[in-house]
C-alpha cells in the first residue's frame, strides 16, 4: 500500500468520523463510498484498500467487527470515532 494514499485516506476517513458522523458506526464500504474517487488523486480501488488498511492500525479510530453500519443499515466491519473533537 502506498503511504501517501494511506496518509490522505486516513485523514478524509477521520474527518468524516470526527466531524460528519460522530460516535456512529460506519462499515468500510460506506467510508470509501463516502471519499469520492479523484478528490485526493486516487483511484476507487486504492481507497478502499486504504480504508481496509486502516482497520489495522486505526490510532485515533475504533474498529467494531461485527456492527451495524449507521448509513447502509447492515452489520458489517464499521469504524468509529474514538472521542469526539
Do not use: W
Not at 462499515?27 to 489495522?56: K, M, Q, Y
Request: charged share 25%; with cysteine.
Amino acid at each position: 500500500m502506498n503511504e501517501v494514499v494511506e496518509k490522505v485516506v486516513r485523514a478524509d476517513v477521520s474527518r468524516l468520523l470526527h466531524n460528519e458522523y460522530p460516535r456512529q458506526a460506519i462499515c468500510i464500504d460506506c467510508l470509501a463510498a463516502a471519499i469520492p474517487a479523484g478528490s485526493p488523486p486516487f483511484t476507487h480501488i486504492e481507497i478502499c484498500r486504504a480504508v481496509r488498511e486502516i482497520t489495522e492500525s486505526p490510532g485515533s479510530l475504533n474498529v467494531l467487527r461485527s456492527f451495524l453500519c449507521h448509513l447502509c443499515k447492515e452489520e458489517r466491519a464499521c469504524l468509529v470515532s474514538s472521542t469526539t473533537r
